[in-house]
């Protein structure tokens, strides 16, 4: 895990960025394998949530397709938002999964990767590597994040849970809370004799 998922400071600030991670980038969502067979299974009852337009790009692509590399994400409409975001009425995108989940119509709040943002997973070869992505249209969650004094591994506490489990958390928590601060201080080196 890299050490800015501990010492950097988020929150989101959907007021100020109207959901932008939901439209920004060149494809949509990552998605985990274990993640298409859901949404092949809760379309029918997320698709009263949808736009017009992310239904017709559903119907054409699939509630998944593959970005350049191969990896699997969730389609966009024109290059630009994922099929799965909506606007409400102030024009904050926000995922039509996730209101059908907050209305009780389905038991999964979300693709995990959307859950955990800004972390980023990186498999290896034996782990998974947690990385924080600095994105500029994320600003007003790192200036909200550094007012309110909420690093992102709090932050993000309930997506950690949903991931990796309440045992490790805690474990996490436990590290990154008795981890000597690094000294805001160089070192003074001693004066040189003469």
């Not at 989101?12 to 998605?31: H, I, R, S, T």
């Not at 606007?87 to 995990?112: Q, R, S």
Request: overall charge positive; glycine content about 6%; some cysteine.
């Amino acid at each position: 895990m890299s050490d800015d998922v501990a010492e950097k400071e988020f929150v989101c600030n959907l007021e100020k960025c109207k959901g932008a991670c939901c439209v920004e980038g060149d494809f949509g969502a990552p998605l985990l394998e274990e993640e298409l067979a859901i949404l092949e299974e809760i379309y029918p009852k997320v698709k009263k949530y949808l736009s017009p337009e992310g239904i017709k790009e559903i119907e054409k692509q699939g509630t998944h397709t593959k970005d350049d590399d191969g990896d699997l994400v969730t389609p966009v409409i024109d290059g630009r938002e994922c099929v799965y975001a909506i606007y409400d009425k102030k024009g904050i995108l926000k995922c039509g999964i996730e209101e059908a989940y907050n209305d009780g119509k389905i038991a999964w709040k979300k693709p995990i990767s959307c859950h955990l943002y800004p972390i980023r997973v990186s498999k290896k070869k034996d782990f998974e590597a947690l990385n924080y992505h600095k994105w500029h249209i994320c600003s007003p969650a790192c200036a909200l994040g550094k007012e309110l004094q909420v690093p992102v591994y709090k932050f993000l506490k309930a997506p950690l849970i949903r991931k990796y489990g309440e045992a490790w958390y805690g474990e996490l928590v436990t590290a990154i809370e008795t981890k000597p601060k690094k000294s805001a201080e160089p070192k003074k080196k001693p004066a040189k004799k003469a």
